[in-house]
């Protein structure tokens, strides 16, 4: 109810008494479960986080296989798994983002909650690859995945493709992306460790 006042008449406009009435609940139950009006918006991504650590907590270190295998194919996997979770768990789940992406007023806020997104991807690089989360090759590895995620998230927004059309592109270029990361985490690369210090 709220996603869709905020889709026809613009998030700005849109206010806490106005989404309560909408809804038909009280501003104490509002408050209690999405604690401020970005709150509505957040919750469903916030969500996807859990899940994308989820996936990467119960992902082996390595992989045998494809070019792209082992902790960078488990990323790939990870990022579409979570994906996937999300958007078939809310009918208004990609709309979200479209409020994301043009409401002036949610992009501090943003920062925050991407920044968690893409810190969850550099923990597991880190855990399995050596080093930390925030060494060069970890935090560039998943700024690359978000950059996908970011990419097709607004391709999806300028198009008519369904759910399943959006989660098979998404899959398709993070997996490009990813198979050419690969290397920077491999056991026997280039002569610098996952930290991106040399060797």
Known sequence: MAIELMQR????SVSVDAIVEAAGIGRTTFFRYFGTKPGVIWCAFDETIVWLEAE????PAEADGDADAGVM???RAAVVSSTR????????????????DTSPSLYIGAYEHWERWKRVIAEYLARHAGGSPGDALPMAAAGACQGVFIAELRDWINSDAGRD???ERLDQNLARVTTVLAELFHPTGSGTGATGRRA
């Open 9 to 12: 008449h613009g998030y700005e």
């Open 56 to 59: 990467l907590r119960a992902a």
């Open 73 to 75: 194919g488990a990323v």
């Open 85 to 100: 979770s999300a958007v078939f768990s809310s009918d208004v789940w990609l709309e979200r983002f479209h409020i994301l």
């Open 165 to 167: 059309a959006f989660l």
